[in-house]
């Protein structure tokens, strides 16, 4: 970085990296009225074109579409700006609703969308569905461990680590079944009325959603439940018009009723041929899906080459599927990845690819919020959240030159406190800038979401401003495509068929504000 002083022109040579086209008033002179306007135009439309997606060029009927588009979201905008009430500005458990009866969000909804590239395994589908489906299958047994922690699982006959009872049973105790059902929800979703108040802080917020993983992971890792959950969490996404996901997993172990368990490589098959079987069944809406293998960062340098080896076994036995290799966990209290440095660089000897999660941060300077250095030195092919980018120049430079873009996930990060008002998220920046970012829901079962519609509105009307339109979406829909690990000709399948989907949708756009039947997935 030159440390230039900061006048107006400098500020324009330095956050356009010295584009071509914008006018700089002359040194020392003293502005008349037409020349100060005519600077504040070439600003203005220098910026205008640096937002996402502003080089993509509309066809007459995406015009008419755009139109339609920006009405309602002028509208929506306008009014927030008169009331100050703005549903990105407030926390998403509190305003779903709301979103849901925007006529944007109805448009997202109809779009097709691409892909969803940043995705957990445990948390795909809508909650609802798994307490209304899952949670009445036979044989599910319930038990709190001394911690107060709720565990599911399957069993031909309970063991005694715990002291089980049938879920059946319990539910039976209720007058009002829906009473049971409504308490099971609460441990099954972060969703509440009152986000603000129960979850204060990042850390309780990170050990309520730890408690929530605990209580899904055994109930949907029965083998024939989680081909169950799978199979449905796919048909959401498929619903939501979003045609292939990439989604991480830790690969606990599937089960069976009596107890025995897969290996990772049977388990990883099951995930599969679940994918396979749901697009045989879905050909003409939904594309695949791929999976990266994701365990917990939390752990020490053994554990860490046992990750690797058994990635290394996958790539080898599932090279189509398996993406790639990522480490999870709440970032500020795991381990950082420059702990794991001599392990993670056998990944790019054996050319596995990488899709770390770095930067989920706030804690400027602290040795995680370096993780987003070593991302991109481990050649990531994108960066989870890279919330930090923004405040890592070099950093950012090197992910700009190597087009590494960043796997931004709004609601998630609200939920789980990094930002409250979701223009202020670092985002908004990175769009202003037209730098390479997917947009995906990371857990959009854990708080009442469901496939990628309502991060793509929030994204819309919080990092987007009021000037992002049709352009910004059909940007965002192509870079969710063009960064996924598929293999060019298979990408190409891919994008091929978002096209055709674009094309359908852009040509029914007139009528769109008119049908209802986008209505959104019903939680209970
Ligand atoms: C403003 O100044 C420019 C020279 O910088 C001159 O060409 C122009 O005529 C002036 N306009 C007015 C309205 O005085
Ligand atoms: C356990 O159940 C699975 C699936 O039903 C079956 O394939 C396996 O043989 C059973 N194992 C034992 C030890 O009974
Ligand atoms: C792993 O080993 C390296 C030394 O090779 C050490 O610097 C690092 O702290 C270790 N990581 C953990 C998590 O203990
Ligand atoms: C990352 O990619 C660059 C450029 O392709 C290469 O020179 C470097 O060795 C790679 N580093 C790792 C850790 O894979
Ligand atoms: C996909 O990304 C590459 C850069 O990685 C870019 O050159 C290409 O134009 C993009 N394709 C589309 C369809 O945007
Ligand atoms: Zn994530």
């Given at each position: ?8 022109c ?17 040194a ?6 037409s020349d100060?306007?005519q600077?504040r ?5 220098q ?5 996402l997606g502003?080089?993509?060029?509309l066809?007459?009927?995406e ?11 002028d ?6 700006f008169q ?53 009445y299958?036979p ?8 911690d107060?922690?709720?565990?599911f ?11 089980w ?10 007058v ?9 929800f ?13 979850y204060?802080d990042?850390?309780?917020v ?13 109930l949907?890792m029965?083998?024939?439940?989680w081909e ?17 996901v990439?989604f ?5 172990p599937?089960y069976?009723?009596?107890g025995?368990?897969l290996?990772?490589e049977?388990?990883?098959a099951v ?5 396979q ?7 003409d ?7 990266i293998?994701a ?13 690797v ?9 599932f ?7 990522d480490?999870?966990g ?6 950082p ?10 990944l ?5 690819r ?12 602290m ?5 987003i250095?070593?991302?991109l ?15 890592h ?6 992910a ?22 979701l ?9 202003a ?8 829901p990371?857990?959009p079962?854990?708080?009442g979401?469901s496939?990628?519609?309502?991060d ?7 990092f ?8 910004f ?6 870079n969710?495509?063009n ?5 060019d ?5 891919l ?5 055709e ?11 769109l ?9 019903r939680?209970?």
């Amino acid at each position: 970085m030159m440390g230039l002083a900061w006048g107006v022109c400098c500020l324009l040579v330095v956050a356009a990296g010295a584009r071509a086209g914008v006018v700089h008033p002359p040194a020392g002179h003293t502005f008349n009225t037409s020349d100060y306007l005519q600077q504040r135009r070439a600003i203005l439309a220098q910026e205008q074109t640096d937002i996402l997606g502003q080089d993509q060029v509309l066809s007459a009927e995406e015009e008419e579409a755009n139109k339609i588009l920006m009405a309602a979201k002028d509208a929506e905008m306008e009014d927030g700006f008169q009331t100050l009430d703005f549903l990105p500005s407030k926390n998403f458990m509190t305003v779903i609703q709301q979103m849901e009866e925007s006529q944007v969000f109805k448009i997202i909804r109809q779009m097709p969308k691409g892909a969803a590239l940043h995705l957990h395994d445990t948390a795909l589908a809508s909650a609802s569905w798994v307490v209304q489906e899952l949670t009445y299958w036979p044989h599910l047994y319930m038990c709190y461990d001394t911690d107060d922690h709720l565990f599911f699982r399957f069993f031909e006959k309970p063991d005694t680590s715990c002291a089980w009872e049938l879920v059946s049973a319990v539910r039976s105790n209720y007058v009002d079944p829906s009473e049971f059902d409504a308490m099971l929800f609460s441990k099954l979703s972060l969703l509440t009325e009152d986000p603000n108040e129960k979850y204060p802080d990042i850390n309780t917020v990170w050990s309520i959603f730890q408690g929530y993983f605990i209580a899904i992971t055994d109930l949907v890792m029965y083998r024939p439940a989680w081909e169950a959950y799978l199979y449905h969490a796919l048909g959401e996404f498929a619903d939501d018009n979003v045609l292939y996901v990439e989604f991480r997993g830790t690969l606990p172990p599937l089960y069976e009723l009596n107890g025995t368990r897969l290996t990772e490589e049977e388990s990883v098959a099951v995930y599969r041929d679940t994918t396979q079987r749901f697009v045989n069944d879905n050909p003409d809406r939904f594309f695949g899906a791929r999976f990266i293998y994701a365990p917990p960062r939390g752990v020490d340098n053994a554990t860490v080459h046992e990750y690797v080896s058994l990635m290394k076994r996958l790539k080898k036995a599932f090279p189509d599927f398996v993406a790639g290799f990522d480490l999870v966990g709440q970032e500020d209290k795991g381990e950082p990845l420059i702990a794991f440095v001599d392990e993670l660089l056998q990944l790019s000897e054996a050319d596995i690819r990488v899709f770390y999660h770095a930067g989920e941060t706030n804690w400027m300077g602290m040795e995680t919020d370096d993780n987003i250095i070593d991302a991109l030195l481990l050649n990531a092919s994108r960066i989870g959240h890279g919330y930090a980018l923004v405040k890592h120049p070099e950093a950012k430079a090197l992910a700009r030159e190597r087009d590494v873009p960043m796997e931004v996930c709004p609601i998630s990060n609200q939920v789980l406190k990094l930002v409250e008002d979701l223009r202020n998220h670092p985002a908004a920046g990175l769009v202003a800038e037209g730098f390479p970012i997917v947009v995906s829901p990371d857990d959009p079962g854990a708080w009442g979401a469901s496939g990628l519609s309502y991060d793509m509105y929030e994204a819309f009307m919080a990092f987007g401003g009021a000037k992002a339109d049709l352009r910004f979406l059909k940007q965002l829909a192509i870079n969710s495509i063009n960064y996924s690990s598929l293999d060019d000709v298979t990408e190409y399948d891919l994008m091929y068929k978002w096209v055709e989907k674009w094309n359908e949708f852009v040509a029914k756009a007139p009528t769109l504000l008119a049908e209802k039947h986008c209505q959104p997935h019903r939680r209970s």
